[in-house]
């Protein structure tokens, strides 16, 4: 069999019909050219993921295109240096509170008095560590200033400081805070509830143990609807308080939480990629994709003067555009959704890291109920704890994205003293 010769068309060489004939006549689009086509698509293909991304994403740290070897340590660096900067704002901060009578400035900033039954209480779970960085009057200073802006909406929150170290006099800020915000030890005389094996504990079932009894005591002080626990490294974004009330006054009004276990409102970004196990992380991958190839195929035909578009071309521009969206990185994706509260996505949660976690009140005593059935250890911390319970227990939680809080403790409670800690 021989191909004749197309109007507008150079010669086609040999007399059989080749694989290589197949698939150019098949990436054909209606009225135009097969292998100015392929050439047009093999170029932008070349053009995007050899020169185009390279070149802008190789300072995003995460990003495919990251190359650590040339900006990992210095971007370390900085991030350090300024966290000793924004240590010492928070520091500042306080004492100017000090000097302007502590007691008004809050009474400014909750509108009234705090509510005897507050609707959110904010426990901040805090141990010492590297004192020169103030994790914890950071993430206060943060969390008082987003109050006082909120105004009248956030008057009926409370913040609770949950001091777990193991000398609780030697935790500075905890104790300096500890005369404005309502707190509570664990270890020491005053509370006296210091389990007897708490010297042979494993560091991570007394993380978890620690972790009960701040959720525990918050529910034991205050009558609240919601408990939102963090970490003392977790400062929040200034957009939390108006994604929290959208999401439980009206995305989740009628069952706190939609009944879930908890909400997860931080994960790690390196973790955020589409190629993941997580199935709804696949399912928005490929709606993306057929969004922008569609899109794309649209602008295609019209930049060519045709009037439709074929599936092979839309096929080609939904897997670019995966792979772009992929290679360039979800989590900058995702922070297009900052632009609303409406546009934050709940989705189910995935394992990793409790930095900041939201309760309702009947989910906290299940957790609590849950937490006495559980022993940690290495390789079975509180985070993944947590996320076996939902399996056996029948439970079921989310994850907000993108994430309500920023990580910046590069310093773990867990693992020891890190002279040349790194972001990744």
């Known amino acids: ?25 098949w990436l054909r689009p209606r009225g135009g050219y097969c292998a100015s086509t392929f050439l047009h698509l093999l170029i932008l293909t070349a053009v995007t993921f050899g020169v185009l991304l390279p070149l802008v994403c190789h300072d995003l740290l995460h990003s495919y295109y990251f190359v650590r070897k040339w900006h990992l340590d210095h971007m370390s660096w900085e991030f350090m240096e300024q966290n000793l900067e924004e240590a010492q704002t928070a520091m500042q901060y306080f004492d100017n509170l000090r000097l302007l ?44 200033h987003l109050l006082a802006r909120c105004g009248k909406a956030c008057h009926n929150h409370q913040f609770f400081i949950c001091n777990v170290d193991q000398d609780p006099e030697n935790h500075q800020d905890a104790h300096l805070l500890a005369k404005f915000f309502p707190s509570a030890v664990y270890y020491g005389k005053e509370e006296g509830t210091l389990p007897e094996d708490a010297d042979s504990v494993n560091l991570f079932e007394k993380e978890k143990r620690d972790y009960a009894y701040c959720l525990a005591k918050t529910l034991s002080t205050f009558d609240t609807e919601y408990v939102l626990m963090l970490e003392d490294d ?75 578009i074929r599936w092979p071309i ?29 546009l934050y996505n709940v989705v189910p949660v995935t394992e990793c890291c409790t930095p900041a976690m939201l309760y309702s009140a009947a ?11 559980l022993h940690c250890r290495p390789g079975f911390a509180k985070d993944t704890a947590l996320y076996s319970i939902l399996r056996a227990k029948g439970e079921w939680a989310y994850v907000v994205e993108p994430n309500l809080v920023r990580h910046v403790g590069l310093h773990s409670s867990l693992r020891g003293i890190n002279n040349d800690p790194k972001l990744l």
């Open 1 to 25: 069999m021989q191909f004749e010769r197309q109007r507008g068309e150079g010669p086609i060489r040999g007399t059989g019909p080749t694989l290589w004939h197949c698939v150019l006549l």
């Open 101 to 144: 009578n502590f007691s008004i400035v809050m009474s400014s900033a909750n509108v009234d008095e705090p509510s005897p039954k507050p609707w959110l209480v904010i426990t901040i779970v805090t141990v010492q560590r590297r004192l020169e960085y103030h994790y914890l009057l950071q993430v206060m200073s943060r969390f008082h």
């Open 234 to 308: 977790a400062v929040p974004e200034d957009e939390i308080f108006s994604v929290l009330h959208h999401l439980l006054l009206a995305r989740f009004l009628e069952t706190p939480l939609g009944g879930a276990l908890y909400f997860k409102l931080y994960h790690p970004e390196r973790l955020q990629r589409y190629v993941n196990p997580e199935p709804m992380r696949i399912l928005e991958w490929i709606g993306l994709g057929m969004f922008l190839g569609t899109f794309l195929s649209l602008l295609y035909a019209w930049s060519l003067g045709h009037s439709g």
């Open 314 to 342: 839309f096929l080609f521009f939904m897997l670019y555009s995966m792979a772009l969206a992929e290679l360039f990185g979800r989590h900058y994706f995702l922070e297009l959704r900052r632009l609303s509260p409406a």
């Open 363 to 373: 989910s906290a005593r299940r957790t609590l109920r849950y937490f006495r059935e």
